[in-house]
């Protein structure tokens, strides 16, 4: 009779946790907003005395942050018992009422669990909403549409990713990489989802545990914020993850933990790449204890993102901008000009020159050859390909107070001004090369003066602008108006 009552009990709880999961949604809120908690590197030892400090620095985030869901990115349960570990891991989520969801380090096998035993184990907790996914390589790669806050429609997707442990053999590296399955179940995944939205990619972030060899390449730059204290233990062979993200438009941002001194975040091709706070006290690395918080804008290819410890925040970072919140209290903001407008477009003054120029101060001593009126930054007026250059002048109407970012690319030498301030120096002469520059501004009219010159070969003039709210692209033809 005891037997067939405990028979009962379990098939009743594991009944409740099964239809719990299913009312699950993750949506976002009526304001347009959904946040996520990013736990990484937990190295959880149920035999370890820092377990209790774990546990308050994931409480006090949740309670802080109040996020609409936890995704913990590897290296969570990294001792034995593994089952003891999970179970007081999903015990803090449990507590919290917070949905929550794993992607596998190159540690979590080595608990006394298998990467899909671990999934077969955790999927019946309750608030546990990841999955196994499908028969790809590794465990747990599968996606989470975020739902938009009216109605059933994916708004946004999560995907999660299995970053796998160690290679087939030493001689590949020490770390594995995305294999190719995984790499086009994404790409298919993706293209399924943009056919749903009417063929325009949806907003999507990616979570995994080690980080793309590109997590390199944002290293000292401008747009990059937050610690660099160890190299990046990426893979040694790039298998083509962050060029399918790139090529297909939806992924807005990677975020991967594994590097526990690491926490910086910064733009490549359009993607932000960001290292997770490293969240467990047994974990090696100095940073304070914590988790990375990421806020999604509905119909937005935006979020902002930080790092909350229980001390407070830091390193606010705003995608697609690459600004933070120290670029907005520090800098100084220019007023409008007030401006009687003639009609749209851009003023242009075309130089030849019969001496190589190499510098933009030398443009005023070429002879002026023709003036005209464009829609757009264009050399098509040039009747010559070297020794030629343009003076450009506009006005650009600033849609909103904020902090801008600016580039040039060009060939050879560009220089851009604001208000009479140089915002953009690619002055010389060079090949093909990128330069940025950032200026504060107040809503409404700011004079735009551009200078560019041609030496020899290669000829080439784009000029982008992004901000907090403006995903990085060339500045529209609407932006540009001529005063009377």
């Given at each position: ?14 009944t ?127 996606v ?32 594995d ?6 790499i ?37 730059k ?91 925040t ?31 477009g ?48 506009t ?54 003066r ?10 080439f ?6 901000s ?17």
């Amino acid at each position: 009779m005891k037997k067939h009552i405990l028979i009962i009990i379990t098939f009743f709880f594991a009944t409740f946790s099964f239809a719990q999961k299913n009312t699950i949604q993750l949506k976002f809120n009526k304001d347009g907003h959904f946040k996520i908690a990013q736990f990484t590197d937990i190295h959880w030892s149920n035999n370890s005395p820092n377990c209790s400090k774990t546990i308050e620095v994931i409480r006090q985030v949740l309670d802080a942050e109040k996020p609409d869901i936890a995704i913990l990115t590897g290296d969570i349960v990294t001792d034995t018992p593994a089952k003891e570990g999970w179970e007081s891991i999903a015990r803090i989520f449990e507590e919290a009422k917070t949905p929550w969801a794993v992607t596998l380090g190159n540690h979590d096998e080595e608990a006394g669990l298998t990467r899909e035993g671990v999934f077969d184990f955790i999927e019946s907790f309750p608030y546990f909403i990841g999955e196994k996914g499908p028969k790809l390589s590794g465990s747990g790669n599968y996606v989470l549409p975020v739902l938009a806050h009216q109605g059933t429609k994916a708004a946004a997707l999560l995907y999660c990713i299995d970053s796998h442990n160690k290679p087939s053999a030493y001689k590949y590296g020490h770390y594995d990489w995305i294999h190719f399955d995984q790499i086009d179940w994404y790409r298919k995944t993706s293209d399924r989802y943009t056919l749903q939205n009417n063929n325009a990619p949806l907003p999507s972030l990616a979570f995994f545990h080690i980080p793309v060899l590109e997590f390199n390449n944002v290293v000292g730059k401008e747009k990059t914020l937050g610690n660099k204290e160890e190299g990046v233990a990426s893979p040694e062979i790039n298998s083509g993850m962050f060029c399918s993200m790139v090529e297909k438009k939806d992924v807005m941002g990677i975020f991967a933990g594994h590097d526990h001194n690491n926490d910086y975040i910064g733009i490549e091709q359009g993607i932000a790449l960001a290292f997770g706070r490293t969240s467990g006290v047994d974990a090696y690395g100095k940073l304070e204890r914590g988790g990375r918080i990421i806020k999604m804008y509905e119909g937005k290819s935006q979020f902002d993102t930080w790092v909350r410890t229980p001390k407070g925040t830091e390193l606010e970072y705003y995608y697609p901008s690459g600004l933070s919140s120290a670029d907005e209290e520090t800098m100084q903001y220019l007023p409008a000009k007030k401006l009687e407008v003639a009609n749209q477009g851009v003023e242009y003054k075309y130089y030849e020159a019969d001496f190589k120029l190499t510098h933009t101060d030398m443009i005023a001593s070429a002879r002026l050859v023709k003036t005209g009126i464009l829609n757009n930054f264009s050399i098509a007026p040039a009747t010559v390909m070297d020794s030629m250059a343009f003076e450009y002048k506009t006005y650009i109407k600033i849609p909103e107070r904020g902090v801008y970012q600016f580039y040039t690319f060009s060939d050879d030498g560009s220089k851009l001004f604001i208000d009479g301030k140089v915002v953009v120096d690619n002055d010389g002469s060079h090949s093909l090369k990128r330069a940025d520059g950032k200026i504060a501004l107040e809503a409404g009219y700011h004079e735009l003066r551009l200078l560019y010159f041609e030496n020899y070969m290669g000829e080439f003039l784009e000029v982008g602008i992004s901000s907090r709210n403006i995903r990085e692209d060339v500045i529209p033809d609407n932006m540009f108006y001529i005063g009377k």
